[in-house]
């Protein structure tokens, strides 16, 4: 085995549902990385409203700026607290792309999580246009796994660009979606 495999597997974590590990200051190193490839520009990231995120990040392009920021963290068991954050943040600055970096996570453990509660995390993150990203520091990728960012010529930087959770949830969570749209209906 060379020492690159064996590097990445000390990554994987043991048990019935194996994710990658990663420590948060290599996964914020490479979503730097990942920005900056992607043609943005690191800022200070300062409070917005009650939260400070990560990092913060602006891109000019087309008369426009596109501004991104962004909570990492170590695991879907802290992605709840994240999100809230992130929806506190989205609540201040409307304008704002706004994403929760993670390493990649075991797909049935993300679905699993998303579909909590009759899809409360997924429909939530998708109700206040919210990013999920899976980011792998070894293999220098991120995959936008939830949402997509507002600034078009962004999406083709993400690994698997054309990859879209959506279009699982929309098979999987089908009667999820349906009964959304029944409530909302009879609220009208």
């Not at 597997?9 to 900056?36: C, I, M, N, P, W």
């Not at 490839?37 to 939260?51: D, R, S």
């Amino acid at each position: 085995m060379n020492r690159n495999t064996q590097e990445s597997l000390k990554r994987v974590s043991d048990g019935e549902f194996r994710h990658y590990v990663f420590g948060l200051s290599e996964l914020q190193a490479e979503t730097q990385r990942f920005l900056a490839q992607a043609g943005y520009e690191l800022k200070p990231a300062g409070y917005i409203g009650l939260v400070q995120p990560d990092f913060r990040a602006k891109r000019k392009a087309d008369g426009r700026t596109h501004e991104i920021v962004g909570l990492v963290r170590e695991g879907l068991d802290q992605a709840v607290d994240a999100l809230v954050k992130l929806a506190a943040i989205k609540a201040v600055r409307r304008d704002l792309d706004c994403v929760l970096v993670l390493p990649p996570a075991n797909e049935y453990l993300l679905i699993e999580f998303l579909m909590e509660e009759k899809g409360r995390w997924y429909f939530g993150m998708k109700d206040a246009r919210l990013m999920a990203w899976f980011c792998n520091p070894d293999n220098h990728t991120t995959i936008c796994v939830i949402g997509a960012p507002s600034d078009k010529d962004f999406q083709k930087h993400f690994y698997l660009s054309q990859m879209s959770f959506d279009d699982y949830m929309s098979i999987r969570a089908s009667h999820l979606i349906q009964e959304r749209l029944l409530a909302e209906e009879e609220e009208d």
